[in-house]
């Protein structure tokens, strides 16, 4: 599954209550969350890394973590337990890459070694001394100037992989894995003209090498697709969003065919950025639609893995219940928001931190329909103050009380 959420802390006085367009990037698949004692922390086990490693990505993530809420940022349990995945995912492709190195490249094996002991900084320097002996050597630079990048992500130093990510690309510019991971970069990094041109050159690539391998290839059109969707979103190309979000959608939608369970939630997450966008442009009927066939499928989902797919339920009710305030259909909204609230309310109890912010904005959009249907409805201040004591980021809990002040709550 290529799931990636890249959250967007929305303000309650805002015209949107929906989360930002989800980013496909790699996802392992086999890290779960485990809560500890009453003080509900959570760490993140990824079962076939080793535990040294998994030591240090969950010291990795808890420090990332702690910066993203000083950035009025809300780095979640489903977040947490993806950028988990993608950090296994990392160590398996170190891994593979520098076994292939052979048993004879005693740097290689010292480097690996270092990283299945979560001693990243020290596997570094080691890359270091290999790239200095390899500089010259064309596609084994190429893979060791990404190994080396690849490795700055692992310890969540975007900016020092960036230029490792880049030569990379340089040296092997075919090369749709270094390709896809470089614009990735550069599209987290705002650096859109750049993303944009890397982008879709990858994708007159893959798009041949697809015809040949589906399967090997088919998946990573299609996360192409959805991310220039989000690219083309965020500099106001909404025509075009509309169209790549659409091909990432019929990829995903065969892809499901043949393999339901790993790609039926992408199907769902494009849907859920196709709303967003149609809601964004005032296409609210489009929006309601998409809307309800992500609904549809999450519940499907959560049916066979709650704990998983039971919180995008949540937040695809709290969108559809937004769009219904939006186009004056308050009572239906209050139906949604409510079923929201009961999912996401019983999900809180289990994990205030993770969750504290969902709930937040749910109470804040129920808050928001009650006004809307009886201005009077005192009910709403109420909710306005549980929102503001329930967020974590400063940014919703500056929004929940706004609304309480705008209201002549006391």
Known sequence: MRIYILILIL??????????????IETYGKCSPIIEGNNNKTTVNCYDI???ANN?????????LK??????????LLQKIKEAEE???????????LKAMGDDDTDAKNALGLIKEGELDKAGAILDKILKKQESQGDKTAENQYNRGQLFLMQYKPLDALPHLEKAYNYRQDNPKYALEFAKLLQEQNNFKEAQIVYEKNLINLRKLSKSNPPAYLPDVAATLNNLGILYKDTQRHKDAETAFNKALSNYRKLAEANPFAYLPDV??????????????QRHKDAEDAYNEALSTFRNLAEANPSAYLPYVAITLNNIAYLNLLTNDSEKGQTYVKEALKIIGEIYKNNPPAYGNDLAQSLGVYG???IKINP??????????????????ESIKQAAKDQFNENNCK
């Not at 303000?11 to 496909?24: G, H, M, Q, R, T």
């Not at 849907?271 to 442009?281: E, F, K, M, R, V």
């Not at 009077?376 to 980021?393: G, H, M, V």
Request: hydrophobic share 35%; glycine share 2%.
């Open 368 to 370: 928001m329909i009650l």
């Open 67 to 76: 910066l993203s809420q000083s950035l009025n940022k809300n780095l979640e």
């Open 11 to 24: 303000l309650l006085s805002s015209p949107v209550f929906a989360k930002e367009p989800y980013k496909d």
């Open 50 to 52: 080793d535990p040294r």
């Open 376 to 393: 009077k409805n005192i009910k709403s201040c109420d909710l306005f103050k549980e929102a503001e004591q329930t967020a974590y980021a």
């Open 87 to 97: 950090w296994a995912k990392r160590y398996h492709d170190l891994e593979e890459s």
């Open 268 to 281: 769902a997450m494009t849907l859920n950025n196709l709303g967003i966008l149609y809601s964004d442009t």
């Open 56 to 64: 240090q990505l969950n010291e990795l993530l808890d420090k990332n």
